[in-house]
């Protein structure tokens, strides 16, 4: 995939993985499916382990984007790894509480308070 194409930006703090989303909105159908392809390539081809979302820049997610990220957990879980989530606005937090999926995810305020003890 090249460069110009990518929705993540990938860092590595020791063995942690911190994949930052670079669009404010992940609405279209064609990103959606871009950034999948993207967060399910660090477990399936990379092997990462311990992975950190990190959504300071995002104000918009469709529920489109939300079904990668628990497909994105349970492929985390499955190959026995860990992922949390942080930097997630009150109004996009406020999406995840009333689906439950607080309940699911693992989420942190800050990018230093998801790699403590990851």
């Known amino acids: 995939m090249a460069a110009a194409n990518k929705r993540l930006d990938i860092q590595e703090v020791g063995d942690v993985t911190i994949a930052s989303f670079l669009d404010k909105k992940i ?9 999948g392809a993207e967060l399910f390539g660090l477990v399936e081809e ?4 311990r992975i950190i979302l990190d959504f300071t820049n995002v104000e918009y997610l469709s529920s489109a984007a939300l079904g990668k990220l628990i497909t994105m957990e349970k492929k985390v879980k499955t190959a026995g790894g860990k992922l949390r989530l942080c930097g997630i606005r009150p109004e996009i937090y406020e999406v995840f509480a009333i689906t439950k999926l607080n309940k699911l ?6 990018q ?7």
Request: charge should be negative; glycine fraction near 8%; avoid cysteine.
């Open 46 to 49: 990379d092997g990462r382990m």
């Open 27 to 35: 609405l279209d159908e064609n990103n959606i499916q871009m950034v």
């Open 112 to 118: 230093e308070d998801a790699l403590r003890g990851l």
């Open 105 to 110: 995810f693992d989420i942190k305020d800050t």
